[in-house]
Structure formats: C-alpha cells, structure tokens
C-alpha cells in the first residue's frame, strides 16, 4: 500500500496557472505508473493523465492536452501537474491515485486499476 498527498490546489482565474504535487511513501514508486483524475461536483470521476513508472510513457485526457503536463521524479518519490491556460470547466477536486500492478506495460485510464488514492485537492477556477 502506498499513501498519497496531493498538494497545490487553489483559487485562480482562467487563463491563470497551478501546479499539484503528490507525495508518495510506503512503498517503491518508481516501480508504479501514476495518474491524476478530477470530479466535479455532480459529477463522475475523471480521467486527466497517467505517466507509467520510468516516465517514458505519458497518456491526456483530450480536454487537457497540450494545457496539462504529468511529470514525476523518482528520487523524491512525487508526481507533477503542471496545469496551464486553466478554464472554469477545469474547476474540480483533484485526486492522485498510484496503480494497483507493478510496471504496468500499457497505460490505463481506468481508475479501478489504481488502488491507492490521495485526499483530493480543490482546484477552482473562475470566468
């Protein structure tokens, strides 16, 4: 089991910047690929993008790429959203979730495939 903290979250205006991290410990993360998903309210949950374990492989959500980048560095064991050009329909709780399976070949959108999940972190975006 590994467990997660998200952090970075915040007020900010469209067109505005943000950046999450998510801290992992408890188990080898640079063995795990990790995504980062979003829900809005009254909404499901949402995939926004994955980086496998080496950081060779990155997947987007299409509504966020080429605005979002994942990034992670192994040494301290944290993974990065660099979220640009952010839009109000962006607005959302932020989760970063570790996958289930160890160096996962393909990607995965799934969220059944991660099983350790942070806190959620409050990204507001206004008009």
């Known amino acids: 089991q590994v467990q997660l903290v998200e952090s970075g979250g915040g007020l900010v205006q469209a067109g505005g910047s943000l950046r999450l991290s998510c801290a992992a410990s408890?188990?080898?993360?640079?063995?795990?690929?990790m995504g980062w998903f979003r829900q809005a309210p009254g909404k499901e949950r949402d995939f926004v993008a994955a980086?496998?374990?080496?950081?060779?492989?990155?997947d987007y959500a299409d509504s966020v790429k080429g605005r979002f980048t994942i990034s992670r560095d192994n040494a301290k064991n944290t993974v990065y959203l660099q979220m640009n050009s952010l839009k109000p329909e962006d607005t959302a709780v932020y989760y970063c979730?570790?996958?289930?399976?160890?160096?996962?070949?393909?990607?995965?959108?799934?969220?059944?495939?991660?099983?350790?999940w942070g806190q959620g972190t409050q990204v507001t975006v206004s008009a």
């Open positions: 979730a570790a996958d289930r399976a160890k160096m996962r070949i393909r990607l995965t959108r799934d969220g059944t495939d991660f099983g350790s």
């Open positions: 980086i496998n374990w080496s950081g060779g492989r990155i």
């Open positions: 408890g188990r080898t993360f640079s063995s795990y690929t």
